[in-house]
């Protein structure tokens, strides 16, 4: 397919139904497999977030630049628990592996607006696991353009087949990917 459009009509449909106002619209346009477009529009607060590749990304008409953060002990970082129930307990183990190693952790239940925001710098990273390419697309693209990281949990380029994101600032990734491999029993 030479031209795919990937659509999320509502990210954090659980949110939207419980008008709990953290959730999103997210658009995509993958050109023979990469995402050259995406746009994530937060209608609780009225932000959309644009990218174009090699053209950046923004919100407001500014351009997004992900967090400074250098290590990961004073990232804040987002998660999240996908619906369908054998994701459920990789995404807690992940959630359990980070805590003690963050300055703290959100699971507000929109991928797509996680990745704008670590995108905007408003979070240093976001990982979760057992995601569909519609929760993502948009937002990889938008890390990328403001200046982020987004890979697999083993340090994988993202492609639209990825399931497990981990996006960050680039500057906590490797410590981000090295927290999420070690073994529970350390």
């Known amino acids: ?28 346009l993958a050109h023979r497999g990469e995402i050259i477009a995406g746009v994530i529009y937060d209608p609780s607060n009225d932000e959309m977030f ?8 923004y919100v407001h008409g500014e351009r ?19 619906p369908r129930a054998e994701a459920l307990a990789v995404n807690m ?7 003690p190693k963050v300055r703290n952790i959100r699971t507000t239940g929109s991928a797509a607006l996680h990745l704008a925001y670590v995108g905007a710098g408003r979070l240093s990273g976001f990982c979760e696991f057992g995601l569909s390419p519609w929760d993502v697309a948009a937002g990889s693209l938008i890390v990328k353009e403001s200046g982020g990281k987004i890979t697999d949990r083993k340090g994988r380029p ?6 497990e994101i981990v996006a960050s600032n680039g500057h906590i990734h490797d410590e981000f990917l090295d927290a999420l491999a070690e073994d529970n029993d350390n």
């Open 93 to 99: 183990q992940a959630v359990q592996k980070l805590a």
């Open 1 to 28: 397919i030479e031209y795919l459009w990937i659509v999320d009509p509502i990210d954090g449909t659980t949110n939207f139904v419980h008008g709990f106002p953290f959730y999103s619209v997210s658009i995509a």
């Open 158 to 163: 993202y492609e639209l087949t990825t399931s």
């Open 50 to 57: 644009v990218g174009e590749k090699g053209k950046g990304a």
């Open 64 to 82: 997004t630049k992900v967090s400074s953060e250098k290590q990961l002990q004073s990232s804040l970082l987002a998660s999240g628990f996908p």
